[in-house]
């Protein structure tokens, strides 16, 4: 099988801002596989309804992340680009296989049991199957790679589970989705306080957002934590110090991470000079992204014509898939 004919499939969340991590982790993958794969990526806002959103937020954060993925390097014409709520078919199979998922196996899920103790009193059903509906959202397309992150793979389990139990129940349909990532391309960029990664809404004076003005990263990035430096040679980098030689080696020209990677291993960097130059890079490397993205943002004609687009490629798979389904279960009446 050809790679033109592997079916890449994944899911945009559709709440907070895109930020440097999501960028380097998730959306630059996107940019090189919709090169080499048949790509179905879409905006998940059935999946953000499980906490409730205000109609005018989620709208909002819809057309958001539409445009920040476009601005990055996301070709529509390349991709099909698509609102999971734009496809009536998923909705439909994710009843079909919930009818396949046992609430003992679901209530397991850690992520679950997670968000069950942050939020006791909203524990919806939604919550509890939202697993399935993740497996919908790949098996509709017969999906078989899936980027994902460490946190989503139990997850992407459970989608080859239901793929299986329904395989074995009504005759073979659904590929079983495998987790793709290109090994060599694994970036995991630290929040600037040097406490765990970069986070849409943890700490956000320590996160870099692809719509941050050229001030707000200057001032970010000098604030970032330092140490007062490397006492012997060659010393070892802490994760912190680290985070910012990564960040430089992948904003910056391959002479400025060699100065200052020398300087750091003779014991005569300065921190300050270092974050200045980075912050410049940064800057460099973000402002012409946010400015795409608030034109593409405030054109609502064009995003529409992209949605519907993606609507309708998305669709076509996603009939036939369901046509298939239906027939194996023997709900074709006529």
């Given at each position: 099988?050809?790679?033109?004919?592997?079916?890449v499939?994944?899911?945009?969340?559709?709440t907070?801002i895109?930020?440097?991590?999501?960028?380097?982790g998730?959306?630059?993958?996107?940019?090189?596989?919709?090169?080499?794969y048949?790509?179905?990526?879409?905006?998940?806002?059935?999946?953000?309804?499980?906490?409730?959103?205000?109609?005018?937020?989620?709208?909002?954060?819809?057309?958001?992340?539409?445009?920040?993925?476009?601005?990055?390097g996301?070709?529509?014409?390349?991709?099909?680009?698509?609102?999971?709520?734009?496809?009536p078919?998923i909705?439909e199979?994710?009843?079909?296989?919930?009818?396949?998922?046992?609430?003992?196996?679901?209530?397991?899920?850690?992520?679950?049991?997670?968000?069950?103790?942050?939020?006791?009193?909203n524990?919806?059903?939604g919550?509890?199957?939202?697993?399935?509906?993740?497996s919908?959202?790949?098996?509709?397309?017969?999906?078989?790679?899936?980027p994902?992150?460490?946190?989503?793979?139990?997850?992407?389990?459970?989608?080859?589970?239901?793929?299986?139990?329904?395989n074995?129940?009504?005759?073979?349909?659904f590929p079983?989705?495998?987790?793709?990532?290109?090994?060599?391309?694994?970036?995991?960029?630290?929040?600037l306080?040097?406490?765990g990664?970069?986070?849409?809404?943890?700490?956000?004076?320590?996160?870099?957002y692809?719509?941050?003005?050229?001030?707000?990263?200057?001032?970010k990035?000098?604030?970032?934590?330092?140490?007062?430096?490397?006492?012997?040679?060659?010393?070892?980098k802490?994760?912190?110090i680290?985070?910012?030689?990564?960040?430089?080696?992948?904003?910056?020209?391959?002479?400025?991470?060699?100065?200052?990677?020398?300087?750091?291993?003779?014991?005569?960097?300065?921190?300050?000079?270092?974050?200045?130059?980075?912050?410049?890079d940064?800057?460099?490397?973000?402002?012409?992204?946010?400015?795409?993205?608030?034109?593409?943002?405030?054109d609502?004609?064009?995003?529409?014509?992209?949605?519907?687009?993606?609507?309708e490629?998305?669709?076509?798979?996603?009939?036939?898939?369901?046509?298939?389904?239906?027939?194996?279960?023997?709900?074709?009446?006529?």
């Open positions: 099988m050809g790679k033109e004919n592997e079916i499939v994944s899911g945009i969340r559709s907070g895109l930020h440097l991590g999501n960028y380097f998730a959306i630059r993958n996107y940019i090189r596989m919709q090169e080499e048949k790509c179905y990526f879409f905006v998940a806002d059935w999946h953000s309804l499980t906490t409730h959103p205000e109609p005018q937020a989620l709208r909002g954060n819809v057309y958001r992340v539409l445009a920040e993925n476009i601005a990055s996301l070709d529509p014409e390349k991709v099909t680009l698509y609102v999971q709520s734009d496809i078919e909705a199979l994710y009843l079909m296989l919930n009818m396949l998922a046992y609430k003992g196996e679901l209530e397991k899920v850690p992520t679950f049991k997670d968000k069950v103790r942050q939020n006791p009193d524990v919806n059903a919550l509890l199957t939202y697993p399935v509906l993740m919908a959202d790949i098996l509709i397309h017969r999906g078989l790679k899936v994902v992150g460490k946190d989503q793979e139990q997850h992407l389990e459970m989608s080859r589970n239901f793929a299986q139990r329904f074995n129940r009504y005759g073979y349909l079983e989705p495998v987790p793709f990532n290109y090994g060599d391309n694994l970036i995991r960029i630290m929040s306080d040097g406490n990664k970069m986070s849409k809404s943890e700490n956000q004076n320590a996160t870099i692809l719509n941050d003005t050229d001030d707000a990263i200057r001032s990035i000098k604030k970032a934590k330092t140490d007062s430096g490397p006492q012997t040679p060659n010393s070892e802490p994760d912190y680290e985070n910012l030689f990564t960040m430089m080696g992948l904003v910056s020209t391959p002479d400025t991470l060699q100065h200052f990677s020398d300087a750091f291993n003779g014991c005569t960097i300065r921190y300050g000079d270092m974050k200045k130059q980075l912050a410049e940064m800057v460099a490397f973000i402002s012409p992204i946010r400015e795409k993205a608030e034109a593409i943002e405030h609502e004609a064009y995003l529409h014509r992209i949605m519907r687009q993606g609507a490629k998305a669709r076509e798979s996603a009939a036939q898939t369901l046509k298939e389904a239906r027939r194996l279960m023997g709900i074709n009446f006529y």
